[in-house]
Structures are given as C-alpha cells and as structure tokens.
C-alpha cells in the first residue's frame, strides 16, 4: 500500500491565515499556524488564496513564500489562478504543487500549458462536484497528479469515475470511517476541519492507523532500546539540540518506556530521576519539543536528539540550558554558511539604520538601478581577474562580488535559506 498523507489547508487573507472562505472577520498568525502543523506531523499544507485584488494577492504570495521559508512541510497553492503566470507565482513562491479550481471555465486549458511547463507531477485540480471528470476527461491522465475533493458526498461514486488519485475531505474524527477510507488505494490523504483543529494530536492518529494496517509518515526505529547500554539505573543520557541552529538546548534521561513514547507521539519523552516518572517536555508550560531525529553514539550509551523547540528548553525561560560561561577562548567563525549569514544580518541591519552613512546604505538609498549596477561591475571585475595567472586576485573578487550580491539579496528579501533551498531541491 502507497504512504498516505494527512493534509492540512491554510486559507490566507490580507497575509494572515482565517479558518476559512466563509470566515473571514477572524485571522491569526500564519507563520505561527504554519510551525505548528510543520511540528505536528502533517504531511502537506494546501494554501489558498483568498485574496480581492492584485495587491492582497502578491501579499499573500509573500506570506506563502515566508511559509517555504519557514518549514519543512511541502506546500501546494491554489486560489485565484486566471492565467499561467498565476501557476508560476505559486512554484516561485516555494509551493511543489499547485491547486487548480475544477469549476473555472479555463481551468483545463491552463491545465495543458502547465503540465507542459512544469511537469504533471505539480498540478492538482480541486472539485465540489464531478463536473470536471466530464469535462476534462481527455486531458486529465495527462495533466492532473492528483484531485483534490472538497465535498465528501462525492466520494462512494468516485473510483468508478476517474482513475486519478485524490486527497478526500473528512471533516469529522471517525476512525473506522478514515481507516476505510484510506484502504482504498486510490485515497492518497485525507483533509479536513479535525485535522486543521490545534487540539488534534496528529502523531496520535497516525500512530492508530498505523495500528489498522494503514502506511503513515511517522516514526520507525532503525535502532531497538535492546540495543543501547543503559547505565547502572537502566538509562541512557540525551543530549538535545535545535535541528536548525544546532544549538544544544539540554542534557536528560531516557529509559525504554520514555524511548518508545517519544517514538511514538514525535514529541521529547524523558524520564524525571527526581520524580521516578516519565515527562513529555513541555505538557505544563507549552515548551514541546517536536522530534525531527534520534541518533545513538559510536558506543551506544547516548542519544542524540534534534527537534524543534516551540518557546525555551530551560526552566529559568532561558532558550538554552547551556548560558554559564565557565572559560572562554575567541576563536575565528570558519563555518562558510555561518559566516555568510551573519554577513547578511549585517546588511541588513545597516538597511534599517536611517543613521548609517556607509557605502551599504548609500547603495541602498541609491535604489535598485545602482545595485545592480553594482553587482554587474564587480562580477565584471572577477572574470577579468580569474582570466589572471594565480588565484589570489580572484578570491579577494570573489568576495567582493558576494558582498554586493548580499546587499542585492537583502533589497530583493531573498535569504541565504531561500537559495540552499532551492539548490536542495534541484
């Protein structure tokens, strides 16, 4: 049986996340909903554009981009798609699939074109009724991954229509009901208003249709508690660290019952000495750790964990454990992406300093045209010194033309993420 996925939509109004078309007087942060689903375990965010006109619109493509920014979740987009540009806009922003409305008249001819341009694999079709089975039956094995059902009374009729796969919506918890569901093979995912609900522990359900025989994206241990050599209380030490900064957050014990609950709910279980109890981090004070990994040591006797840290990780409200200097040698930063990114910071915070009298901020006071110009002569300067005998010229160019490039990125709000990113992804 193919994986199946649990989706997640964000509807996105004025740049900010509303529970949905019909509701839009209440609006919430969407980063801060984005990080919780990324943490969460949900598979796939559909974000929808509910904008009025081309201004909102290209600030809610901004807030999509942020998101991409933001999370490891992948995205799809869809909402207000009249052309293939409106396509583009979505796969610019960092979605790797997009959502194209089943009832828009010109849906299947923007369909064509897409599918041509950026691949089939990237287009989904969203549909209230099976209209567009009809209409697009002799493009839709060419043009569509997968559909996207917006109304669960469509579903008992669908397999005997269409061999496409869809994502079903199921806005109720019925477990019977989705394991059912998601037996079919042509079911890839479900959506729906439970799943989007903060109180759903998505690592929970699917742990329980993993228990029904359906195949999920959670956690499965290469590695067994039998495996570890616990210490003489029978636990093993665990050092926790930020999956992004790599910044250890804290040192606690696991013994085998906390091990295979942190497996099993993806959030950091650890065992209290003090208490003689288990305690998954954060319950009390909203401080969850979300696993991404666990890694054991070359000896077996300690864990290594990456997660992603919602708040702080110690009890004085410190991010860290770790802020007690107790020596200290200076030492020259050499970590290339570290170097860049603090470079970067740098940049911009001359952008913002209205004070600032240096060349940055002259550049940028100068606008766009004379940044480029910028950019232009100092790419100019580094082929002519790489056509040179000797390397010494063309690094100091190099670095050069990096720095203007920074002030160029910064202008344009592209990070160096941005662009690992979309390197990762080539």
Not at 299 to 305: K, P, Q
Not at 364 to 384: C, H, N, P, S, Y
């Amino acid at each position: 049986m193919e994986q199946k996925n649990i989706v997640a939509t964000i509807y996105i109004k004025n740049g900010r996340a509303v529970p949905d078309p019909e509701h839009l007087d209440r609006s919430e942060d969407i980063l801060q909903i984005a990080r919780m689903y990324n943490d969460t375990g949900i598979d796939k965010i559909v974000c929808f554009d509910l904008s009025d006109d081309e201004d909102e619109k290209q600030k809610n493509l901004l807030a999509i981009r942020a998101i991409n920014r933001t999370i490891d979740t992948k995205t799809a987009g869809g909402g207000n798609i009249r052309r293939i540009e409106d396509v583009q806009d979505f796969l610019y922003a960092g979605c790797i699939e997009v959502v194209l409305n089943g009832a828009k008249q010109n849906t299947p001819q923007i369909l064509i074109e897409a599918a041509k341009r950026f691949g089939k694999e990237k287009m989904l079709v969203s549909m209230k009724n099976v209209d567009f089975l009809f209409k697009g039956k002799d493009i839709i094995k060419d043009t569509v991954h997968e559909l996207f059902i917006m109304n669960e009374s469509m579903y008992p009729g669908l397999e005997n229509t269409t061999d496409v796969p869809y994502i079903l919506r199921q806005d109720k918890y019925d477990l019977d009901n989705i394991v059912g569901e998601l037996s079919s093979e042509q079911i890839r995912g479900i959506y729906g208003d439970f799943i989007n609900d903060p109180e759903t522990d998505i690592m929970n359900l699917k742990c329980e249709l993993s228990d029904r025989g359906i195949k999920m994206d959670n956690f499965t241990a290469s590695l067994q508690w039998s495996d570890m050599k616990v210490n003489s209380d029978g636990l093993v030490p665990v050092v926790t660290q930020d999956y992004r900064t790599h910044e250890v957050l804290m040192v606690a014990y696991m013994n085998e019952e906390a091990f295979n609950e942190t497996i099993r709910i993806g959030k950091m279980t650890y065992y209290s000495r003090s208490r003689q109890e288990l305690w998954t981090k954060g319950m009390t004070s909203g401080h969850i750790q979300y696993v991404k990994s666990l890694t054991a040591d070359c000896d077996f006797d300690t864990i290594l964990a990456k997660v992603s840290q919602v708040g702080v990780a110690c009890h004085t409200g410190a991010k860290s454990c770790f802020f007690n200097n107790i020596i200290k040698k200076e030492y020259r930063e050499k970590n290339p992406l570290s170097i860049l990114e603090t470079e970067y910071d740098s940049i911009v915070d001359i952008k913002k300093d209205t004070m600032d009298s240096s060349y940055t901020k002259h550049l940028f006071d100068r606008g766009m045209d004379r940044i480029l110009k910028k950019v232009g002569e100092e790419a100019t300067e580094m082929i002519i010194a790489a056509k040179n005998p000797g390397k010494e010229e063309t690094k100091n160019e190099i670095a050069d033309f990096l720095y203007d490039l920074m002030i160029l990125m910064v202008e344009k709000e592209i990070t160096w993420e941005d662009v690992t990113r979309e390197l990762a992804q080539r």
